[in-house]
């Protein structure tokens, strides 16, 4: 079983920047791909970031590629999400998630309880 808890979140103006941390007990994140996610109001989960497993390969959305950075601490069992740039249209609860290097929420097997990010315009 493996628990994770994000944090990190908060309000922030357009162009600023804010750094996630999504700590895992349970299990060592070094054998698990880890991935961040997002949910806005009213509409379903979307894919932000993936870091995968061995190599620490990463890859992202298109909407955040440039922006944001996806890193891990495997010795803290820590992955982090830095958004740099962030836009209003960034405003969303933030999701932690491990067990795949995917972008579907369907081959994660744990999630986090999330962190809520606002960017004000």
């Known amino acids: 079983q493996v628990q994770l808890v994000e944090s990190g979140g908060g309000l922030v103006q357009a162009g600023g920047s804010l750094r996630l941390s999504c700590a895992a007990s349970?299990?060592?994140?070094?054998?698990?791909?880890m991935g961040w996610f997002r949910q806005a109001p009213g509409k379903e989960r979307e894919f932000v970031a993936a870091i995968s497993r061995r190599t620490g390969s990463t890859y992202y959305a298109d909407s955040v590629k440039g922006r944001f950075t996806i890193s891990r601490d495997n010795a803290k069992n820590t992955v982090y999400l830095q958004m740099n740039s962030l836009k209003p249209e960034d405003t969303a609860v933030y999701y932690c998630?491990?067990?795949?290097?995917?972008?579907?929420?369907?081959?994660?097997?744990?999630w986090g309880q999330g962190t809520q990010v606002t960017v004000s315009s």
């Open positions: 349970g299990r060592t994140l070094s054998r698990s791909g």
């Open positions: 998630a491990a067990g795949s290097y995917s972008g579907s929420v369907a081959n994660y097997d744990y």
